[in-house]
């Protein structure tokens, strides 16, 4: 099932698509996005695909990049098809949403256009600003879940399905204990822990629990270190470089 088709032109556009692809995806789902250099597999019929895709979609965005009415040639033949997927999703009465891809992207103009696609003028449109992308697409995705209800619930939290057999949070913000159930691996950052007993060591580096730090050498007489701290019952005898007794030494 495909809801948003999106279109857009090689070479005035197609970045912003590819990141409008790339988030929608991520908070709808893959099979409700559509766009074509990922959509259509190879070997399949290309102008069958978009017909298909159109038929099939809820809203078509049509990124326009600054130069996208400079292409006045493209346009002005009725064989192009980014001018074919906008004809085809006016005809069809699917609302289309122009995209204007960047700050130097003004509002289209009807006599920058061809007769065919002059309603696109009239047509509102939303501002994408390629310097704040986040806001951008948060905005876009809010005029998608808008006008496509069957989106909404899909977009509830705004975050992708887990995979499965991953470990996710699912208790959010934590006041008190919270226990990992499973195993993992790696680096953990930003570990906090109350309440242990022992030693608790959570990455790499050496871990010193309640005690003195005491390093280097000739701290005693002799080569080396030798540091005892806590309770002790009996006697600590240490020898530092003492020679070895002689027999009859002294005699």
């Given at each position: 099932?495909v809801?948003?088709f999106?279109?857009?032109?090689t070479?005035?556009?197609e970045?912003t698509a590819?990141?409008?692809?790339?988030?929608?995806k991520?908070?709808?789902?893959?099979?409700r996005?559509?766009?074509?250099?990922?959509?259509?597999?190879?070997?399949?019929?290309?102008?069958?695909?978009?017909?298909?895709?159109?038929q099939?979609?809820?809203?078509?965005?049509?990124?326009?990049?600054?130069?996208?009415?400079?292409?006045?040639?493209?346009?002005?033949?009725?064989?192009?098809?980014?001018r074919r997927?906008?004809e085809e999703?006016?005809?069809?009465?699917?609302?289309?949403?122009?995209v204007?891809?960047?700050?130097?992207?003004?509002?289209?103009?009807?006599?920058?256009?061809?007769?065919a696609?002059?309603r696109?003028a009239?047509?509102?449109?939303?501002?994408?600003?390629?310097h704040?992308?986040?806001?951008?697409?948060r905005?876009i995705?809010?005029v998608?879940t808008?006008m496509v209800?069957?989106?909404?619930?899909?977009?509830?939290?705004?975050?992708?399905?887990?995979?499965?057999?991953s470990?996710?949070?699912?208790?959010?913000?934590?006041s008190?204990?919270?226990?990992?159930?499973?195993d993992?691996?790696g680096d953990?950052?930003?570990?906090?822990v109350?309440?242990a007993?022992?030693?608790?060591?959570?990455?790499?580096?050496?871990?010193?629990?309640n005690?003195?730090?005491?390093?280097?050498?000739r701290?005693?007489?002799?080569?080396?270190?030798?540091?005892?701290?806590?309770?002790?019952?009996?006697?600590v005898?240490h020898?530092?470089n003492?020679?070895?007794p002689?027999?009859?030494?002294g005699?």
């Amino acid at each position: 099932m495909v809801d948003v088709f999106i279109n857009y032109r090689t070479g005035d556009g197609e970045k912003t698509a590819a990141l409008l692809d790339q988030e929608l995806k991520r908070r709808f789902g893959e099979d409700r996005i559509f766009r074509a250099s990922r959509s259509i597999a190879p070997g399949e019929v290309y102008p069958d695909a978009l017909r298909t895709a159109l038929q099939r979609s809820s809203v078509l965005l049509a990124v326009i990049g600054p130069d996208w009415a400079n292409f006045r040639t493209r346009l002005d033949d009725p064989q192009d098809w980014v001018r074919r997927e906008i004809e085809e999703a006016l005809a069809r009465e699917l609302p289309v949403v122009p995209v204007l891809d960047g700050r130097k992207t003004d509002r289209l103009k009807q006599a920058d256009l061809p007769p065919a696609l002059a309603r696109l003028a009239d047509l509102q449109s939303v501002p994408f600003d390629t310097h704040d992308v986040e806001t951008g697409l948060r905005r876009i995705c809010g005029v998608v879940t808008d006008m496509v209800p069957s989106l909404r619930d899909l977009a509830a939290d705004g975050a992708p399905p887990p995979v499965p057999g991953s470990v996710t949070n699912s208790i959010g913000d934590v006041s008190g204990t919270a226990v990992q159930s499973r195993d993992f691996t790696g680096d953990v950052g930003g570990t906090i822990v109350k309440g242990a007993h022992g030693l608790v060591h959570t990455g790499t580096g050496s871990n010193y629990q309640n005690s003195r730090h005491v390093s280097g050498d000739r701290h005693f007489s002799g080569n080396g270190m030798t540091y005892f701290e806590g309770d002790n019952n009996g006697e600590v005898r240490h020898r530092f470089n003492e020679p070895e007794p002689r027999e009859n030494e002294g005699q």
